[in-house]
């Protein structure tokens, strides 16, 4: 007999999640608080970021996890674009933790290349040429549309993989294989809660035993005049070094970490590292800020985001982008250094969460890799 599967939450945690279940020979219900997915995973960069995971299985889940969304979004007629990404170095410390990298990554196979100035501006004429030293390349790294990516998977599921999606419905009480939702009871064999940030609404008790919080992000996007303006790759600046954990490996990080501890509190302080990524409607995708707790203000600061335009323009030529939106996201970070959580709180009730800022690079692999123990 078939047996039947409830994924709660939509976001990209529970839609990796229903997709393997599918795989393993369940019939899925999804089941979705608000009339569509407006969480942490339509609100990120949309970066699909192997270069920022460890070496060995986290890399190896974000290559997978690359390959299916590049499958499914093959399938389903979803943008996205194998722009790679580069690491600038306008400082020594930077330089140094830049070639410290490509070595050891080159040592790991992976496709990276160490690029000298010139060999940066002639490939990204964008990225500003004063004072740069150099840059890393990558080439594993993918760009998704996520405002657009994560409905047309969840339209993608319910089509092809025969998934249903309940919008408009909340969870509001788990138990014993019953799922109570606002107007109705549900019954499953196996009930997996993919609930994000709202973590304190099903099993409190057992989230407040994790080493969890969350994290707030803002972040800010913009358009060229230039219809066809292009920057051709993801652009990171040297502040992204210490924030991916892949990036440790660097034996002179630290030394990197006590410069920027002296030169850039403010940036320090508010976690900001500077990214931008382009999507296929030309725009301009740049953050961000990290705070970390379970309240978060819900108002954006000026000055965060005045503090990362003034980072970008060290790195990039900002000349003619017009902003257009600001927004922030919170995710589940564990602070245990854990990937991800995935923890059997009744007989087949589940929870996964707690992929942090890598939601979009793990997520499909994760789910897989934890579903085998089931
Ligand atoms: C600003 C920002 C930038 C980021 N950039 C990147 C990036 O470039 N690359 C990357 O890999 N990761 C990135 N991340 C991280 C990534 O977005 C997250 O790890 C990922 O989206 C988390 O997915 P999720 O499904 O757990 O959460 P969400 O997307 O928040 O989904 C959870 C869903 O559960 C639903 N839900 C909760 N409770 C209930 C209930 N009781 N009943 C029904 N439904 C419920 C919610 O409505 C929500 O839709 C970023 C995150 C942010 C915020």
């Not at 965060?304 to 257009?324: A, H, P, R, T, V």
Request: proline content about 2%; glycine content about 8%.
């Amino acid at each position: 007999m078939i047996k039947n599967a409830i994924v709660v939450g939509a976001g990209i945690v529970g839609l990796a999640t229903a997709r393997a279940l599918t795989y393993k020979g369940y019939q899925v219900k999804i089941i979705e608080r608000s009339d569509k997915a407006v969480g942490a995973s339509i609100r990120n960069f949309g970066m699909v970021w192997p270069i920022g995971q460890p070496a060995g299985l986290q890399f190896e889940l974000a290559m997978r996890s690359k390959y299916i969304w590049q499958e499914i979004a093959d399938k389903a007629g979803i943008w996205y674009h194998e722009a790679g990404s580069i690491h600038t170095a306008y400082n020594n410390e930077e330089w140094v933790v830049i070639q410290e990298l490509y070595e050891i990554f080159k040592s790991e196979g992976r496709n990276v290349e160490l690029l000298n100035k010139e060999g940066v501006i002639q490939r990204y004429p964008e990225v500003n040429a004063e004072n740069l030293l150099g840059a890393l390349y990558s080439g594993t790294e993918t760009i998704v549309n996520s405002r657009f990516a994560i409905p047309a998977i969840a339209d993608y599921l319910q089509s092809t993989l025969n998934i249903q999606i309940e919008f408009g419905k909340s969870v509001l009480h788990v138990e014993n294989n019953l799922v109570y939702t606002t107007d109705k009871v549900y019954e499953a064999d196996l009930v997996i809660i993919c609930n994000g940030a709202d973590f304190e609404t099903l099993y409190p008790a057992i989230f407040q035993a994790q080493s969890i919080t969350k994290c707030k992000l803002q972040m800010m996007r913009f358009k060229h005049r230039a219809p066809d303006y292009n920057i051709g790759t993801s652009l990171c600046g040297g502040l992204s070094l210490t924030h991916y954990d892949s990036f440790k490996a660097a034996p002179s990080l630290d030394k990197l970490k006590e410069r920027y501890k002296s030169e850039l509190p403010d940036y320090v302080s508010n976690g900001i590292h500077v990214m931008v990524s382009q999507n296929n409607l030309g725009e301009l995708t740049v953050g961000d800020s990290h705070h970390y707790g379970l309240t978060h203000d819900p108002f954006d600061e000026a000055e965060i985001n005045s503090l990362i335009l003034k980072y970008l323009k060290g790195f990039c030529n900002i000349q003619d982008w017009e902003l257009q939106q600001t927004w922030n996201g919170t995710y589940a970070k564990l602070t245990n250094g854990a990937s991800h959580f995935f923890q059997q709180v009744e007989k087949n009730v589940y929870v996964f969460n707690g992929l942090g800022g890598c939601g979009m690079t793990l997520s499909f692999a994760t789910a897989e890799m934890v579903l085998e123990s089931i």
